[in-house]
């Protein structure tokens, strides 16, 4: 694509807005979390009242998955009361996975699916971007859920593919893959050396549930919290496995990576295996059962010496 | 009106050569080239335009690396004076007896060339709470046996807002002298002892001649432009931010700060001025271990986790109201000192969009704000 970019807002942003006012004005949800515009670009919004629900808006920059403000650990929005939440596809994902593992009600919570044509890698922007090769979210390629199916109102209109990123996360994966073994261990010592252990990858997944993560129990101290080399990849690789077929692929982790440690080529590589071997892929289905919370007589188990 | 010599950029290498030559420590921005590097291999950008520039601190090898581009690098100089992780002591333990073995707390001479006037300032800050009710040895040891040089500076973009905080991108605050671009080279200011040490021990590189007129006058002017440019960005009244957040704990701007906040804490890893740590044991093998100190953030829950399972800062809310109470009146209430210099990292890592540029603006708003709602005194 040359020449400037025309700002793609996608549709349905009226029917948003006046979905939002609706549900605010009834009663029925408490507060809308969707995205506005600010001053360094889309960032998530938290609406209350109806007046404001002009706010909202849907564009390439909505790269946010705001699931995960319906994490548990949300003690602070969850009190807010009911809420309504808008969604892209890969977002209801997310909220499958918290149905599937019992850590939300779905009466608790309203969603508006946006049907979505991709969303840039990064959404500070002060204008939203057509999507190009070069700065198409590499995660959007080959998405399966672009009209999400998990929703009680669906928005918008149907969205052509976004388009192929100059090198998608799986020509990655496999470039890492193809390397000999000693070149894969410098690549992620000098990776995961660059870890400050501040856990944002934690806080922002939608899908990271737990009350207390095993990081913090230090009576043992099972994962030392010092970004030495040796906490640094015991923390990261833990992270990375609690979220084996759970991950939805939402790519937050990395987005919020202060330090910019390419966390999806771990958790691509792990949706691989999973796959691979339970044939399972992440859904906005609640009652896709995902391997780790279901078992099964012939599950392969070969492993086991 | 401070010394001034003149110090070409042939000379400035020269000079950073001749104190890594003398085995001198050196620290400065080093811009890494990502697509050199082992992580090229799964670096989308590096499949574009073949090159991805990061700029970080670094303990330079070569004069060569140091890079006088003044891009801001990613995290502030906290990590030299103030490591991620440090060993406190070790331990052996045999039976009944128990030997420690002390960590030296004297360290050899390193200069930081080029620093951020920001990120210079929030030592001076810091040193504060480092020596208040226990002076901190290791901290101290490490400032004592530093010589900061700064790089004025350009202003980074619209997150920027030292001026706002009683600091300047020209500050020497926290610092032993200030670099300034001007045609050819640089001027060189110090500014304490160590500052004029390294004119003394290195006289050949600097010249004492530096037209004012000229020279002078340019760096001047740049300097003016860019204390400008910072200004536009926000403009508070720092002591009223103080003094209204003290009195206002349970106003719902500050009870509601951080509906969008994840709690992540990358906020606090990249800040210079955020210093808060923790102290854990670790056993590395029967009867052996290391007591180390890494850094914490106040935005996780454990933070103030007790241990009979209360928790007094219970929500992100008040565990991101506490952030901003610390830093804006909790510290200048106790030390004279805001704690923050404006670099804006905050701001820029934050990719839920907390915004303390917005925030300050709508707190010094509510500091101006006249108390409409109590009855004016002796009105009648």
């Known amino acids: 694509m040359t020449g400037p970019a025309i700002a793609p807002a996608y549709a349905g942003v009226d029917e948003l807005r006046r979905v939002a006012r609706e549900l605010l004005e009834s009663g029925e949800v408490r507060v809308i979390i969707g995205w506005e515009d600010a001053r360094r670009g889309a960032r998530p919004v938290f609406i209350t009242d109806p007046a404001e629900a002009d706010k909202l808006i849907f564009d390439t920059r909505c790269v946010h998955n705001l699931v995960t403000y319906l994490d548990p650990r949300r003690d602070h929005v969850s009190e807010l009361g009911r809420i309504g939440l808008v969604v892209k596809g890969c977002d209801a994902k997310a909220v499958a996975g918290l149905l599937r593992e019992s850590q939300l009600s779905r009466d608790h919570v309203v969603l508006i699916g946006m049907r979505c044509g991709g969303v840039l890698e990064e959404g500070e922007l002060p204008e939203p971007l057509a999507l190009t090769p070069e700065n198409v979210a590499p995660r959007c390629y080959g998405c399966d859920n672009r009209e999400p199916t998990l929703t009680d109102h669906l928005l918008g209109e149907p969205q052509p593919e976004p388009p192929r990123p100059v090198m998608t996360i799986d020509e990655r994966v496999a470039a890492l893959d193809d390397l000999p073994l000693e070149e894969r261990w410098a690549f992620w010592t000098e990776q995961f050396s660059k870890c400050v252990r501040c856990y944002a990858c934690r806080q922002v997944c939608p899908l990271c549930i737990c009350e207390r993560c095993i990081v913090e129990k230090t009576q043992p101290l099972w994962i030392e919290s010092a970004a030495h080399p040796r906490g640094n990849f015991s923390w990261n690789l833990t992270r990375a496995i609690h979220l084996a077929g759970r991950c939805v692929d939402c790519g937050e982790c990395e987005r919020f990576c202060p330090v910019g440690i390419p966390l999806s080529l771990l958790n691509r590589k792990l949706q691989q295996i999973v796959h691979d071997r339970y044939g399972y892929t992440a859904s906005d289905d609640p009652e896709n059962a995902a391997p780790i919370g279901d078992y099964r007589l012939d599950d392969q188990q070969e492993f086991i010496k | ?380």
């Open chain 2, 1 to 380: 009106m401070s010394e001034r010599f003149f110090i070409s950029e042939t000379d400035l290498r020269g000079l950073t050569a001749d104190l890594l030559d003398g085995g001198t420590e050196v620290i400065a921005p080093v811009a890494t080239d990502i697509c050199q590097s082992p992580s090229a291999v799964a670096a989308t950008a590096c499949t574009l335009d073949g090159s991805k520039v990061e700029i970080d601190y670094r303990q330079l090898t070569s004069a060569d690396d140091l890079d006088l581009s003044r891009g801001l690098p990613q995290l502030s100089l906290k990590e030299f004076f103030l490591p991620e992780h440090e060993p406190l002591c070790r331990w052996r333990q045999k039976g009944t007896t128990v030997q420690v073995f002390e960590v030296p707390t004297e360290f050899a001479p390193r200069v930081v060339l080029a620093a951020k006037p920001c990120d210079a300032a929030a030592l001076a800050v810091v040193d504060k709470v480092m020596n208040w009710d226990y002076e901190d040895e290791l901290w101290n040891g490490r400032r004592a046996a530093t010589t900061v040089i700064n790089l004025a500076c350009q202003v980074i973009d619209d997150s920027c807002f030292c001026t706002a905080v009683g600091a300047a991108p020209d500050d020497v605050k926290g610092a032993d002298g200030l670099l300034t671009p001007v045609e050819g080279g640089y001027v060189y200011e110090p500014a304490t002892d160590k500052g004029r040490a390294l004119v003394e021990d290195f006289a050949a590189r600097f010249s004492a001649d530096v037209p004012a007129d000229t020279i002078g006058g340019q760096a001047d002017d740049e300097r003016a432009a860019a204390r400008a440019r910072v200004a536009d960005n926000l403009e508070i009244d720092a002591d009223s931010v103080r003094d209204w957040i003290e009195a206002n704990f349970e106003d719902p701007l500050l009870t509601h700060l951080a509906m969008r906040c994840n709690g992540c804490g990358a906020c606090t890893g990249v800040c210079p001025t955020c210093h808060c740590f923790d102290i854990v044991d670790e056993q590395e093998g029967v009867g052996h271990g290391t007591r180390r100190r890494l850094w914490d953030t106040c935005q996780a829950p454990t933070f103030t986790l007790h241990a009979s399972g209360h928790n007094p800062r219970d929500t992100q809310h008040v565990r991101y109201r506490q952030r901003i109470n610390h830093k804006f009146s909790i510290y200048p209430l106790r030390f004279g000192e805001v704690l923050c210099t404006g670099c804006g990292r905050c701001t820029r890592v934050c990719h839920a969009g907390q915004d303390l540029v917005e925030i300050l603006e709508a707190i010094d708003i509510a500091a101006r704000r006249p108390r409409d709602a109590e009855p004016a005194e002796a009105a009648s």
